[in-house]
């Protein structure tokens, strides 16, 4: 057959028989002229992307060898779903059979009709499962990262690019984890508006640092309605990027530890109808590091009410952000090791920024 290289095919069918059309679509490609199928993942069974009131999909990943241009290759793809009876409708329709162009080797192809890699696989279980199964270390040619570490990051959702919603990216991790420095960098790379937790304007906040909870509702509003107005839906414009050095989910995590009982009550009946009016993110990235890390960090900066912080908080703090992120399905979640990114050079953070580009829709 000539060059082969190794490419990665998506199927997937929510009409009529199923399974059997998956079955039939890979005959048929492993009997096209130029092309052998070695390998196939598991059939995975998934809900419907978009449209919700249409059958669930099974999806498989076929590993093929072709000869064949990724253009032929296409054409050869789109000849496959017209001998089966595909009918092509608007988006998210359903399909007795549907064939996508994951990968072409590791080539990157932006030209009229067929981006390669699919622009969006790196928002799919699906797909990521699939390709898993047959190579999980292969790495995204644009991305630059492994397909383990992309699935990882979906948390076995699915996700859409919206441009009609704000792009926000919200950066979360234990206090003295570097969230607002690494806010910074990225906004000034990606050329986008950054949000900061108004912690030097709480006038209430370095009283309870220093032991006074009678004044933990009022610092805990006080961030509250700070974020409500930096976050709300008509403050953050649809398709634009903004980056925030926290994640409003945090509030309960803080409200939980400072507060008292009485106080938390009252707190959630105000949190709960006001949050609804706050911009979800698109993207979190998870800085984590070890606590004495982050206490180095907090003397370094030497805010005087953050001096008293003990270790115990902090193991605390960062235990309940592992579990705000286990159960996570709002957004793909980066999580990175703060120690690991370095400043001196950038190549960490520009590579970050890259990587953002592909979770926005901008």
Known sequence: MGKAPVSYIGLGSNLGDRQASIQKALKLLAEAEGVSVPRISELIETPPLGAAAQPE???AVAEIKTSLSPEDLLRALLDIETSLGR???EKWSPRIIDLDLLLFGDEVVNRPGLTVPHPQMHLRSFVLKGICQLEPELSHPVLKEPMSELAGRLNGADYVLNPDLPQL???AGIIGVGKTTLTRKLSNLLGCKALFEAYDKNPFMPDVYAGNRQLALDSQLYFLTSRITQLNHNTLQQAQIALSDYVFDKELIYAKRLLSPEQLTLYEQIYSP???????????????????????RIHRRNRPYEQKIRPQFLKALNADYERLFADWRTCPVIRITAS?????T?????????????????
């Open 57 to 59: 999909f099974i999806n």
């Open 87 to 89: 009918q092509r409708q």
């Open 169 to 171: 990216i919200s950066i």
């Open 274 to 296: 006001v949050g609804t009016n706050v911009s979800t993110p698109v993207l979190v990235i998870f800085l984590t590091d070890s606590v004495e890390n982050c206490l180095q």
């Open 340 to 344: 690991k990114l370095d400043y001196t």
């Open 346 to 362: 950038d190549a960490h953070i520009d590579h970050l920024a890259n990587q953002i580009k592909s979770y926005v829709a901008v």
